[in-house]
Nanobody
Framework: VQLVESGGGLVQPGGSLRLSCAASGFAFSKSAMSWARQAPGKELEFVSGIYSDGGTHYADSVKGRFTVSRDNAKNTVNLQMNSLTPEDTAVYYC?????????????RGQGTQVTVSS
């Protein structure tokens, strides 16, 4: 199982970033996938997830600003992040989730840093 995140970086408040996660080594199209983040000194926090049928779920803190999507043909899951604030600064992880519980991660990638600062 391998998950490789990309797309992180430095962005100004109010800006946007698009994270991507390339998956391999498992049945991606049949898997639920999640994004989680960890800010310095804080615990890992669920951000968003998408079930194999395309159903999505978001943390209240990102609802209306972030959009998760998947491309089963390319084995990728994406996170479009708009209207970013300094509170969104964290390492963002892509994770394979439990099929029925997006908050339970069976494997996650190495993460990509997102920094929101002027």
């Amino acid at each position: 199982v391998q998950l490789v995140e990309s797309g992180g970086g430095l962005v100004q408040p109010g800006g946007s970033l698009r994270l991507s996660c390339a998956a391999s080594g498992f049945a991606f199209s049949k898997s639920a996938m999640s994004w989680a983040r960890q800010a310095p000194g804080k615990e890992l926090e669920f951000v968003s997830g998408i079930y194999s049928d395309g159903g999505t779920h978001y943390a209240d803190s990102v609802k209306g600003r972030f959009t998760v999507s998947r491309d089963n043909a390319k084995n990728t899951v994406n996170l479009q992040m708009n209207s970013l604030t300094p509170e969104d600064t964290a390492v963002y992880y892509c994770a394979r989730a439990n099929s029925f519980n997006l908050y339970e991660y069976t494997f996650r990638g190495q993460g990509t840093q997102v920094t929101v600062s002027s």
